[in-house]
Protein backbone atom coordinates (compact mmCIF):
# COMPACT_ATOMS: atom_id res chain seq x y z
CA UNK A 1 0.00 0.00 0.00
CA UNK A 2 1.90 3.14 -1.20
CA UNK A 3 0.61 5.72 2.01
CA UNK A 4 0.07 3.59 4.92
CA UNK A 5 1.88 5.94 6.79
CA UNK A 6 0.73 9.03 8.77
CA UNK A 7 4.07 11.41 8.82
CA UNK A 8 2.73 14.04 11.13
CA UNK A 9 1.77 11.39 13.68
CA UNK A 10 5.26 10.02 12.89
CA UNK A 11 6.77 13.80 13.69
CA UNK A 12 5.16 14.18 16.39
CA UNK A 13 6.68 11.07 18.17
CA UNK A 14 10.34 10.94 16.89
CA UNK A 15 10.97 14.76 17.16
CA UNK A 16 13.44 14.58 14.81
CA UNK A 17 13.53 17.75 14.49
CA UNK A 18 16.18 20.61 15.77
CA UNK A 19 14.06 22.91 17.41
CA UNK A 20 16.09 26.06 19.17
CA UNK A 21 13.09 26.79 21.45
CA UNK A 22 13.92 23.35 23.43
CA UNK A 23 17.51 23.85 23.20
CA UNK A 24 17.78 19.92 21.61
CA UNK A 25 20.77 19.44 19.54
CA UNK A 26 21.52 17.99 15.84
CA UNK A 27 23.82 16.95 14.53
CA UNK A 28 24.71 18.97 10.98
CA UNK A 29 23.41 16.21 8.68
CA UNK A 30 20.80 14.44 10.68
CA UNK A 31 17.06 13.74 8.53
CA UNK A 32 14.28 11.63 9.34
CA UNK A 33 14.62 7.94 9.85
CA UNK A 34 14.00 5.91 6.61
CA UNK A 35 10.59 4.90 7.07
CA UNK A 36 9.67 8.35 6.54
CA UNK A 37 12.28 8.72 3.61
CA UNK A 38 10.57 6.33 1.69
CA UNK A 39 7.23 7.70 1.96
CA UNK A 40 8.13 11.27 0.52
CA UNK A 41 9.89 9.36 -2.50
CA UNK A 42 7.11 6.97 -2.90
CA UNK A 43 4.62 9.66 -3.06
CA UNK A 44 6.72 11.23 -5.55
CA UNK A 45 7.18 8.49 -7.73
CA UNK A 46 3.70 8.03 -7.80
CA UNK A 47 3.65 10.98 -9.58
CA UNK A 48 5.97 10.75 -12.08
CA UNK A 49 5.82 7.40 -12.72
CA UNK A 50 1.91 6.94 -12.55
CA UNK A 51 0.89 3.42 -14.15
CA UNK A 52 4.52 3.11 -15.41
CA UNK A 53 7.47 4.97 -17.19
CA UNK A 54 6.12 4.24 -20.69
CA UNK A 55 9.55 5.18 -22.07
CA UNK A 56 11.55 3.38 -19.75
CA UNK A 57 9.94 0.28 -21.16
CA UNK A 58 11.49 0.59 -24.30
CA UNK A 59 14.62 -1.20 -22.92
CA UNK A 60 15.33 -4.66 -22.70
CA UNK A 61 14.56 -5.06 -18.65
CA UNK A 62 17.52 -7.00 -18.29
CA UNK A 63 20.10 -3.90 -19.60
CA UNK A 64 22.33 -2.74 -16.87
CA UNK A 65 23.62 0.63 -16.71
CA UNK A 66 25.90 2.76 -14.77
CA UNK A 67 25.69 6.39 -13.99
CA UNK A 68 27.09 9.27 -12.35
CA UNK A 69 25.75 12.42 -11.02
CA UNK A 70 27.97 15.64 -11.37
CA UNK A 71 27.64 19.18 -10.34
CA UNK A 72 27.82 21.91 -12.59
CA UNK A 73 28.32 24.95 -10.26
CA UNK A 74 29.59 25.58 -6.65
CA UNK A 75 26.90 24.34 -4.14
CA UNK A 76 26.35 22.74 -0.63
CA UNK A 77 24.89 18.95 -1.29
CA UNK A 78 22.09 18.11 0.26
CA UNK A 79 19.04 15.15 -0.86
CA UNK A 80 21.13 11.94 -0.62
CA UNK A 81 18.87 10.07 1.75
CA UNK A 82 15.97 11.14 -0.84
CA UNK A 83 18.26 10.28 -3.95
CA UNK A 84 19.12 7.01 -2.80
CA UNK A 85 15.68 6.08 -1.63
CA UNK A 86 14.08 6.85 -4.88
CA UNK A 87 16.13 3.60 -6.50
CA UNK A 88 15.85 1.68 -3.58
CA UNK A 89 11.73 1.90 -4.03
CA UNK A 90 12.43 1.10 -7.87
CA UNK A 91 14.69 -1.49 -7.83
CA UNK A 92 17.05 -2.53 -4.67
CA UNK A 93 19.70 -3.62 -6.31
CA UNK A 94 20.65 -0.52 -7.29
CA UNK A 95 24.30 0.18 -6.02
CA UNK A 96 25.09 3.85 -5.33
CA UNK A 97 28.31 4.93 -4.63
CA UNK A 98 28.91 8.25 -2.83
CA UNK A 99 31.83 10.62 -3.50
CA UNK A 100 30.76 13.38 -1.84
CA UNK A 101 27.94 13.73 1.70
CA UNK A 102 25.45 15.99 2.74
CA UNK A 103 26.57 19.14 4.17
CA UNK A 104 29.86 19.15 2.10
CA UNK A 105 30.78 22.15 -0.51
CA UNK A 106 30.98 21.19 -4.28
CA UNK A 107 33.24 22.42 -7.19
CA UNK A 108 32.09 22.81 -10.46
CA UNK A 109 32.47 19.39 -12.71
CA UNK A 110 32.66 17.24 -9.38
CA UNK A 111 31.30 13.71 -9.13
CA UNK A 112 28.77 13.41 -6.42
CA UNK A 113 27.83 9.39 -7.19
CA UNK A 114 28.08 6.65 -9.02
CA UNK A 115 25.27 4.40 -9.81
CA UNK A 116 24.94 0.77 -10.91
CA UNK A 117 22.38 -1.30 -11.51
CA UNK A 118 18.67 -1.42 -13.43
CA UNK A 119 19.10 0.77 -17.12
CA UNK A 120 15.01 1.16 -16.49
CA UNK A 121 15.25 1.78 -12.93
CA UNK A 122 18.17 3.97 -13.26
CA UNK A 123 16.37 6.25 -16.33
CA UNK A 124 12.38 6.04 -14.74
CA UNK A 125 14.36 7.11 -11.13
CA UNK A 126 16.57 10.14 -12.78
CA UNK A 127 14.29 13.20 -12.49
CA UNK A 128 12.61 12.06 -9.01
CA UNK A 129 16.11 11.88 -7.83
CA UNK A 130 17.79 14.65 -9.05
CA UNK A 131 15.05 16.95 -8.32
CA UNK A 132 15.38 16.13 -4.77
CA UNK A 133 19.31 16.90 -4.73
CA UNK A 134 18.38 20.06 -7.03
CA UNK A 135 16.02 21.15 -4.67
CA UNK A 136 17.68 20.56 -1.22
CA UNK A 137 21.05 21.50 -2.30
CA UNK A 138 20.17 24.79 -3.69
CA UNK A 139 17.94 25.20 -0.58
CA UNK A 140 21.16 24.31 1.52
CA UNK A 141 23.53 26.74 -0.57
CA UNK A 142 21.35 29.66 -0.12
CA UNK A 143 21.63 28.59 3.75
CA UNK A 144 25.53 28.68 3.88
CA UNK A 145 25.64 32.01 2.35
CA UNK A 146 23.53 33.15 5.44
CA UNK A 147 25.14 31.18 8.52
CA UNK A 148 28.73 32.28 6.77
CA UNK A 149 27.67 35.97 6.97
CA UNK A 150 26.97 35.72 10.65
CA UNK A 151 29.45 33.49 11.77
CA UNK A 152 31.96 35.51 13.95
CA UNK A 153 28.63 36.37 16.09
CA UNK A 154 26.62 35.22 18.57
CA UNK A 155 23.66 34.75 16.86
CA UNK A 156 21.28 31.97 15.26
CA UNK A 157 19.85 32.26 12.03
CA UNK A 158 16.47 30.21 11.66
CA UNK A 159 14.20 29.21 9.13
CA UNK A 160 10.10 29.66 8.92
CA UNK A 161 6.72 27.53 8.32
CA UNK A 162 7.64 29.52 4.35
CA UNK A 163 8.45 26.32 2.48
CA UNK A 164 7.40 24.48 -0.60
CA UNK A 165 4.24 22.43 0.16
CA UNK A 166 5.04 18.82 0.63
CA UNK A 167 8.89 19.61 1.25
CA UNK A 168 8.82 20.37 4.63
CA UNK A 169 10.98 18.03 6.38
CA UNK A 170 13.19 18.19 3.61
CA UNK A 171 13.63 21.66 3.13
CA UNK A 172 14.66 21.85 7.26
CA UNK A 173 16.95 19.15 6.55
CA UNK A 174 18.60 21.34 4.35
CA UNK A 175 18.62 24.54 5.88
CA UNK A 176 20.55 22.43 8.82
CA UNK A 177 23.29 20.93 6.28
CA UNK A 178 23.70 24.61 5.38
CA UNK A 179 24.18 25.37 9.02
CA UNK A 180 21.58 26.87 10.00
CA UNK A 181 19.05 26.22 12.36
CA UNK A 182 15.09 25.08 12.24
CA UNK A 183 12.53 27.54 13.72
CA UNK A 184 9.21 25.37 14.86
CA UNK A 185 8.03 23.19 12.72
CA UNK A 186 4.37 23.27 12.60
CA UNK A 187 1.22 24.49 14.48
CA UNK A 188 1.84 22.04 16.62
CA UNK A 189 5.21 21.81 18.51
CA UNK A 190 5.58 25.47 19.33
CA UNK A 191 2.88 28.45 19.86
CA UNK A 192 3.75 31.48 17.89
CA UNK A 193 1.29 34.14 19.09
CA UNK A 194 0.83 36.83 16.37
CA UNK A 195 -0.91 40.02 15.44
CA UNK A 196 -4.24 38.49 14.31
CA UNK A 197 -3.80 35.72 17.59
CA UNK A 198 -3.28 39.45 19.65
CA UNK A 199 -6.73 40.96 18.46
CA UNK A 200 -8.53 37.70 18.24
CA UNK A 201 -7.52 37.35 22.34
CA UNK A 202 -8.19 40.83 23.43
CA UNK A 203 -4.68 41.86 24.34
CA UNK A 204 -1.03 40.83 24.70
CA UNK A 205 -1.07 39.67 28.25
CA UNK A 206 -4.46 37.71 27.61
CA UNK A 207 -3.06 35.54 24.49
CA UNK A 208 0.58 35.09 26.88
CA UNK A 209 -1.69 33.51 29.65
CA UNK A 210 -4.29 31.89 27.60
CA UNK A 211 -0.87 29.94 26.15
CA UNK A 212 0.08 29.31 29.76
CA UNK A 213 -3.03 27.98 30.48
CA UNK A 214 -3.97 25.99 27.79
CA UNK A 215 -0.11 24.68 26.92
CA UNK A 216 1.88 25.16 30.16
CA UNK A 217 4.98 22.44 28.48
CA UNK A 218 4.75 23.88 25.21
CA UNK A 219 7.35 26.72 24.15
CA UNK A 220 5.28 30.05 23.26
CA UNK A 221 7.25 32.81 21.35
CA UNK A 222 4.60 36.48 20.59
CA UNK A 223 5.31 39.02 17.81
CA UNK A 224 5.31 42.25 18.62
CA UNK A 225 5.14 45.36 15.97
CA UNK A 226 6.30 48.23 18.29
CA UNK A 227 8.67 49.19 21.33
CA UNK A 228 5.46 49.74 23.55
CA UNK A 229 4.48 46.11 22.13
CA UNK A 230 7.44 44.91 23.24
CA UNK A 231 7.33 46.23 26.93
CA UNK A 232 3.96 44.71 27.26
CA UNK A 233 4.74 41.28 25.84
CA UNK A 234 8.03 41.48 28.68
CA UNK A 235 5.78 42.75 31.56
CA UNK A 236 3.49 39.26 30.91
CA UNK A 237 6.82 37.10 31.10
CA UNK A 238 7.07 36.41 27.27
CA UNK A 239 9.80 33.97 27.02
CA UNK A 240 10.93 35.11 23.33
CA UNK A 241 9.66 38.27 21.41
CA UNK A 242 9.55 38.13 17.69
CA UNK A 243 10.42 42.10 16.43
CA UNK A 244 8.24 42.30 13.09
CA UNK A 245 9.91 44.51 10.37
CA UNK A 246 11.66 46.44 13.60
CA UNK A 247 14.54 49.03 11.72
CA UNK A 248 18.20 48.93 12.90
CA UNK A 249 17.87 51.65 15.53
CA UNK A 250 14.20 50.28 16.86
CA UNK A 251 15.91 46.76 17.30
CA UNK A 252 18.77 48.46 19.34
CA UNK A 253 16.58 50.13 21.69
CA UNK A 254 14.91 46.76 21.82
CA UNK A 255 17.73 44.90 23.12
CA UNK A 256 18.55 47.79 25.74
CA UNK A 257 14.93 47.48 26.89
CA UNK A 258 15.16 43.67 27.12
CA UNK A 259 18.38 43.59 28.33
CA UNK A 260 18.05 39.58 28.96
CA UNK A 261 14.81 39.34 29.97
CA UNK A 262 13.53 37.51 26.76
CA UNK A 263 15.29 35.89 23.82
CA UNK A 264 14.78 38.27 20.94
CA UNK A 265 13.72 37.46 17.14
CA UNK A 266 14.26 39.35 14.32
CA UNK A 267 12.26 38.84 11.31
CA UNK A 268 10.60 40.57 8.53
CA UNK A 269 12.22 41.11 4.88
CA UNK A 270 15.56 40.40 5.94
CA UNK A 271 18.46 39.60 3.15
CA UNK A 272 22.17 38.63 2.82
CA UNK A 273 22.49 42.70 2.20
CA UNK A 274 21.25 43.89 5.48
CA UNK A 275 21.35 40.18 7.64
CA UNK A 276 24.94 41.20 9.34
CA UNK A 277 23.48 44.48 10.01
CA UNK A 278 20.68 42.88 11.47
CA UNK A 279 22.52 40.55 14.20
CA UNK A 280 25.10 43.08 14.96
CA UNK A 281 22.23 44.78 16.95
CA UNK A 282 22.61 42.18 19.26
CA UNK A 283 19.63 39.99 18.56
CA UNK A 284 19.61 36.43 19.68
CA UNK A 285 18.05 34.80 16.46
CA UNK A 286 17.13 35.92 13.23
CA UNK A 287 14.50 34.44 10.98
CA UNK A 288 14.88 34.35 7.24
CA UNK A 289 11.92 33.42 5.18
CA UNK A 290 14.11 33.60 2.42
CA UNK A 291 15.78 30.08 3.37
CA UNK A 292 12.99 27.78 2.11
CA UNK A 293 10.73 30.30 -0.04
CA UNK A 294 13.31 32.12 -2.67
CA UNK A 295 14.27 28.32 -4.36
CA UNK A 296 16.95 28.43 -7.47
CA UNK A 297 17.75 24.09 -7.95
CA UNK A 298 21.16 23.80 -8.26
CA UNK A 299 22.51 22.62 -12.20
CA UNK A 300 23.01 19.17 -11.64
CA UNK A 301 23.51 16.11 -14.42
CA UNK A 302 23.22 12.43 -14.12
CA UNK A 303 24.81 10.85 -17.31
CA UNK A 304 24.68 7.07 -18.14
CA UNK A 305 28.54 6.14 -18.79
Given at each position: ?LF ?14 L???L??T ?9 T?I????R?AL?E ?6 LTA?L???D????A?L ?9 G??W?EA??R????EI??D?L ?6 L?PG??LCV ?7 L ?5 T??NYVQT ?7 AR ?12 V ?7 P??RW??K?AVRC?G?QNHR??L ?11 L??GS?P???E ?12 I??E?LDE???AL ?8 L??F???A??Q??A??A?RA ?8 S?E???A ?6 DRIS ?5 K?V??V ?7
Amino acid sequence: MLFDFDPIRHVRQRRYLLMPHLSVTASQNEHPDPTLIEFQARAALAEDVGAGDLTASLLPADRHGRAELITREAAVLCGAPWFEAVFRVLAPEIQIDWLAHDGEPLTPGQRLCVLDGSARALLTGERTAMNYVQTLSGTATLARRYADAVADLPVRVLDTRKTVPGLRWQQKYAVRCGGCQNHRFGLFDVILIKENHILAAGSIPAALEAARMLHPCVPVEIEVESLDELELALDAGAPVVLLDNFALDALRQAVAITAGRAQLEASGGISLETIRAVAETGVDRISVGALTKDVRAVDLSMRLV
